[in-house]
Nanobody
Framework: VQLQASGGGLVQPGGSLRLSCAAS????????IVWFRQAPGKEREGITC????????DYEDSVKGRFTISRDVDKNTVYLQMNSVKPEDTAIYYC??????????????????WGQGTLVTVSS
């Protein structure tokens, strides 16, 4: 099982960025994917999830209406479209395979299969 997040970088406040999560060793048809992030000095938090039926859940009110999760089953890749970014979105972003095809009611940082993260810095 491998998950590789990419697409991070420096973006100005109000700008947009799209993160990708390339999955291998399993198929998205059988597992949900959660995006987590960890800001400097803070704990990891789950922000959004997409399940094997293409339904998504937002866990964090701060990203609702700004971030959109999607997936391409043919490419076995999950995306996180980040719009209207704010300095408080600065964090390392991780994609995590859930334990099954359903999004967890409450994402836990001590469960699932984690890949390496990608750093997003929002600054002018």
């Amino acid at each position: 099982v491998q998950l590789q997040a990419s697409g991070g970088g420096l973006v100005q406040p109000g700008g947009s960025l799209r993160l990708s999560c390339a999955a291998s060793g399993f198929t998205l048809n059988n597992y949900a994917i959660v995006w987590f992030r960890q800001a400097p000095g803070k704990e990891r938090e789950g922000i959004t999830c997409i399940n094997s039926s293409d339904h998504s859940i937002d866990y964090e009110d701060s990203v609702k209406g700004r971030f959109t999760i999607s997936r391409d089953v043919d490419k076995n890749t999950v995306y996180l479209q980040m719009n209207s970014v704010k300095p408080e979105d600065t964090a390392i972003y991780y994609c995590v395979r859930a334990d099954n095809r359903w999004c967890p009611i409450k994402p836990r940082a001590d469960s699932g299969s984690w890949g390496q993260g990608t750093l997003v810095t929002v600054s002018s």
